[in-house]
């Protein structure tokens, strides 16, 4: 399985941008897509995820309302789009894929997650 990310890039305070992320390789079903972000000298930390169906979605407080995930169709791409970005949301950004279906206090978790992109830098200016 290789995930590919993209539409990273140098974007205002107060603008937008949208994340993809593409899964290929894959062979099963009924798994998990999240995003995360990895700031520089900073431990990697949960963005947001979603469930096969795309209907149920976690988001971290600190992006809650400004960020949307979603599933794609066919379900084996994601996206993250971000709106209203501040300086604190710099940083690159990693998709992952669960190999199945993750419980639900875990889908927080960076080990909860088989498969990883490479990851696309967002770089916020203030």
């Known amino acids: 399985v290789q995930l590919q990310a993209s539409g990273g890039g140098l974007v205002q305070a107060g603008g937008s941008l949208t994340l993809s992320c593409a899964a290929s390789?894959?062979?099963?079903?009924?798994?998990?897509m999240a995003w995360f972000r990895q700031a520089p000298g900073k431990e990697r930390e949960f963005v947001a995820a979603?469930?096969?169906?795309?209907?149920?979605?976690w988001y971290a407080d600190s992006v809650k309302g400004r960020f949307t995930i979603s599933r794609g169709n066919p379900k084996n791409t994601v996206y993250l789009q971000m709106k209203n970005l501040e300086s604190e949301d710099t940083a690159a950004y990693y998709c992952a894929s669960s190999h199945n279906r993750v419980i639900t206090s875990r889908l927080r978790e960076v080990d909860a997650y088989a498969y990883w992109g490479q990851g696309t830098l967002v770089t916020v200016s203030s």
């Open positions: 390789g894959v062979t099963f079903r009924d798994y998990d």
């Open positions: 979603t469930r096969w169906s795309g209907d149920s979605k």
